[in-house]
């Protein structure tokens, strides 16, 4: 897509040092790490690890972090139009009285600004995103209807709308049938090989191999990231899911019950009442 | 032609109320409507301590900051103070609302407002309340301009809107990571609800306002899937909660807007009986055939 | 203030009753309402609040009479009817708690509203006083009511108290209160019934519209000040109380005003007072907290940079002045100097014509950061595998929260370490 000029150019996303807290308790512990583009990337970790949360701290949607992110070499606002997040299924109420191509179309939101209502060539591109994840039969469709392997490919398909360079999905093969995991497995390999980058929490360990190029691998702190074949191993896997870093999480719990100050407290970004 | 003012009026209301409330319920905000509805009473009774009239631009603008200032401190109590959030609504509207009440009782001589008012409005008196100029022509009942302006301002921002309304709703952290500002629509749509609150608090009351913000879109939701069909139907529910509240207590001489109230419920009633029978009847005539 | 004194001697065998009736049903409510809380049920309590009207109204109806047992037994029952539909309504469709909860409390009060002014309109003439049910009034507490309301209260206190143990492990772990064999369904349905008790006899003395108040704002604001939910439930009882005694004081003194108003203002006091001044939880005890917390780190870190400074130069009872301080790291003026006499105040310092010395305590002190520093800054490079590079920000941190306890464990995981990953060595006392 962009040839290489030099070393940052071919980067995707860095991580400096980044250190995330919830209600002043560290969540991730200073994280550092690079992706090239065009790759396929799992982030892998046992529950509570900080999988979405990582995620979560990228797209700014975590009050307290320090360290940095760049996306392209740039500050998420500068670029966050070619940036798509798709949360995680169950983080929406699935009996908002919605249709499908609603749903889809607001990936478009971001590229049409304020007041402006999506046009026909929106229209058109979510159609077209629908028919690429196989629900073009259920475009009227309202979302309570959905099962919960099509609700995925229509949070999908509002992602590909966004016709973004990067994707970040949390679990996005959580709770679907086999068939659609296998559809989107075999649509994000193309996005992909198109050059795009997609990052992707992952839960299953038996599929990683054949899933992906790249991998995270995540345990409050960052245990490795690299290309599959070298850092999908045993000893980093043990790493990884065995032993429990008991006293960091000692640490980051006295720090919530004294009140202890972070290192920088950015100022709350979520919805005010969540 | 005072009973098609009066239900015109309550039209009007039930309408704005309606759409606003629509977004209510959906971010599952209902009771932070409630809590605004009134908290906002303390504001309207110093607004017109200053004015000394219902001067209706100043009361709006005030209401609306009191509005906001609620939403505000619910917050705050939440965050700062790790209330949980049931309690830290009903603490904070309790006692806006009782200050509000004793301030009426206060200054009841020189406030053209009582607790009845505040209980269920005085939409009765609709045809009486004209609007006069300084010339002395006669432009008809006050509030309903003051009703149908506050029914234009709701109408253009949710038309404006629209897109991000939705979003936010349905899902805000998606909202968020596209750059679209959840705390922004979300006091933007607090703001509103005090606007309506209190321009409807003339006519139905601080208390009675909330089932107009509920109800309405409660019924409509439980007979559509289709975010724009709800506010169409919240939009004719509210004109025929309208008519029917406004003959209900023509019949047994009672309060209008109690009988708006009243049949808020008898509508969301039916609804619900009928969407929660419905298909059990249609599977136990199917049983049957087969 | 005569009226103050006529009061408060209790003289007028009236005003004692209006005094214990208030006092015992603010009081009784605020008991309840502090499981109410706890179960995050709150604004249920408001709706069944909201939805006692029309029961009340309809059994004046019906009986055509204002008998307190009458009046207290349909209040009792739209109280629980609410409740049920709230659950049902929750339950069978796709509509949430909250909205079905602020549904049923306005389409309740709207259907009550109207009852009640096709009552008033009849002019009925004992009808005088149902009106007093929506804001309260303390001082119409007499006679019969009194006794009625006594006995309610009194059965309310008492069921708290026999199951007090039911109640609070049902609000803390539902799951756990099942698997021990608790008959968790029946003891919900107790407390159910408590709160519409509760609101039923509340009411007399706060009114419908503000009730809620009595069951939230004494339990909320008790909860600031303890752990235990035994202590925050007297204390709300306590808050409940003062509460109601001003109510019947205002009602006494100023027969024209409501009372209820009044006592949830002076509860809302108690309880606005509570957030922000309860010790431990207060917000600005957290804010005083924080300040104490950064002024720590600030004399912290210069005795760090002494100690760094005495490193240095292999001696660490030298004069210095605060320009060599700021060498090592930079402060703000005023943070620097409020910290160095502080310092000296507690005796880790000594000053002489401007320069500062470290004294044998404030050597130690500065020793023991510098060691808690560079051993976390070990730890994140050989347990977290971070780049030596990375973690002195972190360290910068950490260094000042770890306890002993914590410093013994790093010691030991890191087998009493001699060198941190800049080859610096790591000191011990």
Known sequence: MTTVRNGKKNIALELHDLTVSYDRKPVLWDVDLELPKGKLVGILGPNGAGKSTLIKAVMGLTPNSSGYVRLFDRNLDEVRDRISYVPQRESVDWDFPASVLDVVLMGRYGKLGLFKRPRKSDKEVALDCLRKVGMEAYTGRQISQLSGGQQQRVFLARALAQQADLYFMDEPFAGVDAATEKAIIGLLRDMSSKGNTVIVVHHDLQSVTEYFDWVILLNLRLVACGPTKEVFNAELLQETYGGKLTLLSDVGNLMKHQHFPNREANASRMNPLK | ?290 | MNSFFEFFSFADPNIRYVVLGSILLTASSAIVGSFTFLQKKALVGDAVAHAVLPGVCLSFILSGEKNPLILVVGAFVTGWLSLVLIDVIAARSKIKEDTAIGLVLSVFFGIGIFILTMIQKSGAASQTGLDQYLFGKAASLVGQDLVVFGIVATLLVLAVYFLFKEFTLIAFDKEFAISLGIPVRRVELVLTTLTVLAVVIGIQAVGVVLMAAMLITPAAAARFWTEKVITMTWLAAVFGAISGLTGAYISYVAPSMPTGPWIVVVVSTIAFFSFFMAPKKGIFYKMYHQSRIKANINDENILKALYHLGEEERNFYQQRSTEDILTKRSFERTPLFKGLRRLKRQGYLDEKDGLWTLSLEGKEKGQRVVKLHRLWELYLTEYLRIAPDHVHDDADTIEHILTPELEQRLEKLLDYPTVDPHESEIPYG
Request: glycine share 10%; net charge neutral.
């Open chain 2, 1 to 290: 032609m005072e009973a098609l003012q009066i239900i015109l009026a309550g039209s009007l209301v039930a309408i704005t109320c309606g759409l606003l409330g629509c977004y209510l319920i959906l971010r599952k905000m209902a009771m932070v409507g409630d809590a605004i509805s009134h908290a906002v009473l303390p504001g309207i009774v110093i607004a017109f301590l200053i004015s000394g009239s219902r001067d209706s631009v100043i009361m709006l603008l005030g209401a609306g900051l009191i509005g906001i200032f609620t939403t505000f401190l619910i917050e705050f109590f939440h965050k700062r103070g790790r209330l949980q959030t049931d309690a830290s609504i009903g603490v904070t509207f309790t006692w806006l609302f009782a200050i509000g009440v004793i301030l009426i009782s206060a200054y009841a001589g020189k406030v053209d407002l009582d607790q009845d008012c505040v209980l269920y409005g005085e939409i009765a008196y609709v045809p009486i309340d004209l609007w006069i100029t300084k010339s002395g022509t006669i432009l008809g009942p006050r509030v309903l301009y003051i009703a149908s302006g506050v029914l234009v301002i709701i109408l253009v921002f949710i038309v404006l809107g629209y897109k991000e309304l939705f979003l936010t709703t349905f899902d805000p952290a998606y909202a968020a990571a596209i750059g679209i500002s959840t705390t922004l629509w979300h006091y933007l749509l607090m703001g509103a609800v005090s606007i309506t609150t209190v321009a409807s608090f003339e006519s139905v009351g601080a208390i009675l306002v909330v089932a107009l913000l509920i109800a309405p879109p409660a019924t409509a939701y439980l007979l559509t899937e289709d975010l724009k069909k709800m506010m169409i139907l919240s939009t004719l529910l509210g004109v025929l909660i309208s008519i029917t509240g406004y003959y209900l207590a023509a019949a047994f001489d009672g309060p209008i807007a109690g009988g708006m109230a009243t049949m808020a419920g008898v509508f969301f009633a039916l609804a619900f009986v009928f969407t929660t029978t419905a298909p059990r009847l249609k599977r136990s005539i199917k049983t049957e055939k087969g």
